[in-house]
């Protein structure tokens, strides 16, 4: 059984951690995202001021870090299916994401693309008004593959067709299938562009790739800062809930060494 001392120890260095990614959001994020961003904060300060054990306190840590990999995980979806469509050339990932995102609303053209996912079950769940802590509202990924396509499908009825074929991000409602397959919208690969990239990320936990002008040198750079992140998070979920229970997508890890190899 852990001491209080060991106790205390893993309780700073999970705040330390989310602290980190509470420091990556803007202020527009930091109201939505509040609950889950305060979660571990609070508790430390009840915990300094007495007015809650080191044991009550880890708990409330390990909550937040449950939301985190939520967050984190779901967006192995978006990011894998996307590749896949890079890599059968139904996106670009230059023109996807050369240019930076404006995060504040979406488009007419994103919107009637950010609806259509919403039929898959995965990115209904992200951006279900619904589906409140421990998780909260994550339409961010949503948003971001919306955006790509937007910029990128010149044959959007086949990028629909892939994901569906797929799975990538869960079963679809049948009822959707003739939306998708009379889906238009003009390509722009400036849609929802901005001139500078954004400081933060648009929502906490938030880590798919953006803001790539130079495909093998950005995308290294953000595999390096994804891995960093998913590491320190992956150790401290795994000193709360045990050794192996984040669990590991090879293909995601895969993807992501490539780029760090220089692939």
């Given at each position: 059984?852990?001491?209080?001392?060991?106790?205390?120890s893993?309780?700073?260095?999970?705040s330390?951690?989310?602290e980190?990614?509470?420091?990556?959001?803007g202020?527009p994020?930091l109201?939505?995202?509040n609950?889950?961003?305060?979660?571990?904060?609070?508790?430390?300060?009840?915990?300094?001021?007495?007015?809650?054990?080191?044991?009550?306190?880890?708990?409330?840590?390990?909550?937040?870090?449950?939301c985190?990999?939520?967050?984190?995980r779901?967006?192995?979806?978006?990011?894998?299916?996307?590749?896949?469509?890079?890599?059968?050339?139904l996106?670009?990932?230059?023109?996807?994401?050369?240019?930076?995102?404006?995060?504040?609303?979406?488009s007419?053209?994103?919107q009637?693309?950010?609806?259509?996912l919403?039929?898959f079950?995965?990115?209904?769940?992200c951006?279900s008004?619904?589906?409140?802590?421990?998780?909260?509202?994550?339409?961010?990924?949503?948003?971001?593959?919306?955006i790509?396509?937007?910029?990128s499908?010149?044959?959007?009825?086949?990028?629909?067709?892939?994901l569906?074929?797929?799975?990538?991000?869960g079963?679809?409602?049948?009822?959707?299938?003739?939306?998708?397959?009379?889906?238009?919208?003009?390509?722009?690969?400036q849609?929802?562009a901005?001139?500078?990239?954004?400081?933060?990320?648009p929502?906490?936990?938030?880590?798919?790739p953006?803001?790539?002008?130079?495909?093998?040198?950005?995308?290294?750079?953000?595999?390096?800062?994804?891995?960093?992140?998913y590491?320190?998070?992956?150790?401290e979920?795994?000193k709360?809930?045990?050794e192996?229970t984040w669990?590991?997508?090879?293909?995601?890890?895969?993807?992501?060494?490539?780029?760090?190899?220089?692939?």
């Amino acid at each position: 059984m852990a001491s209080t001392e060991q106790k205390v120890s893993e309780i700073d260095s999970a705040s330390e951690v989310m602290e980190k990614e509470a420091s990556l959001v803007g202020k527009p994020s930091l109201e939505r995202d509040n609950a889950i961003l305060t979660m571990g904060k609070n508790a430390r300060r009840f915990m300094s001021e007495g007015k809650m054990t080191s044991s009550q306190c880890g708990m409330r840590l390990a909550d937040q870090l449950e939301c985190f990999r939520w967050r984190f995980r779901v967006q192995e979806h978006f990011y894998l299916a996307f590749e896949g469509l890079v890599n059968n050339r139904l996106l670009s990932l230059e023109e996807s994401f050369y240019h930076p995102i404006d995060w504040r609303g979406r488009s007419e053209a994103v919107q009637k693309v950010y609806s259509l996912l919403k039929c898959f079950e995965i990115p209904k769940k992200c951006a279900s008004i619904e589906h409140q802590p421990p998780v909260g509202f994550f339409e961010s990924p949503v948003s971001w593959l919306a955006i790509a396509i937007v910029r990128s499908a010149r044959e959007p009825v086949r990028v629909f067709e892939f994901l569906h074929a797929g799975g990538f991000l869960g079963p679809l409602d049948k009822d959707s299938v003739t939306r998708m397959a009379s889906i238009e919208f003009e390509v722009n690969p400036q849609e929802m562009a901005c001139v500078k990239p954004w400081e933060h990320i648009p929502q906490a936990g938030f880590w798919l790739p953006q803001n790539i002008k130079e495909t093998a040198k950005d995308m290294e750079t953000w595999a390096r800062g994804f891995k960093d992140r998913y590491e320190m998070l992956r150790v401290e979920y795994e000193k709360s809930y045990g050794e192996g229970t984040w669990g590991e997508n090879e293909q995601l890890r895969d993807s992501v060494d490539g780029w760090l190899s220089g692939k």
